[in-house]
């Protein structure tokens, strides 16, 4: 068991940064893959980055990856999620979640979730 506990959400206007993160406790953090997701309202959650086990390699949306990076501290069982040149498209809940079975896209792949944070992103 896995437990994933998302901080870090709030509002920011267009063009800003936030970074949200996500604790990890229960079983090896190191055994598993780490994504990031998001639901805006009215929407299906949708893929938004995702790293290895060990933070080598990440992959991410096509809609974010020039502008968010993905990273994770394995030492403080900790993934993190830097949102620059925010845009209001970008508001939505963002979850955390771990897969044993490496950096996919698809949610299925996922055995644990966090509970979300919300963030709102003005114009």
């Known amino acids: 068991q896995v437990r994933l506990v998302e901080s870090g959400g709030g509002q920011v206007e267009a063009g800003g940064s936030l970074r949200v993160s996500c604790a990890a406790s229960?079983?090896?953090?190191?055994?598993?893959?780490m994504g990031w997701f998001r639901q805006a309202p009215g929407k299906a959650r949708e893929f938004v980055g995702s790293i290895t086990f060990n933070g080598e390699t990440s992959v991410y949306a096509r809609s974010v990856e020039d502008r968010f990076t993905i990273s994770r501290d394995n030492a403080k069982n900790t993934v993190y999620l830097q949102m620059n040149s925010l845009k209001p498209e970008d508001t939505a809940v963002y979850y955390c979640a771990a897969s044993p079975l490496g950096p996919s896209r698809v949610d299925s792949d996922y055995d644990y979730w966090g509970q979300g944070t919300r963030v709102t992103v003005s114009s």
């Open positions: 229960g079983r090896s953090f190191t055994w598993y893959a």
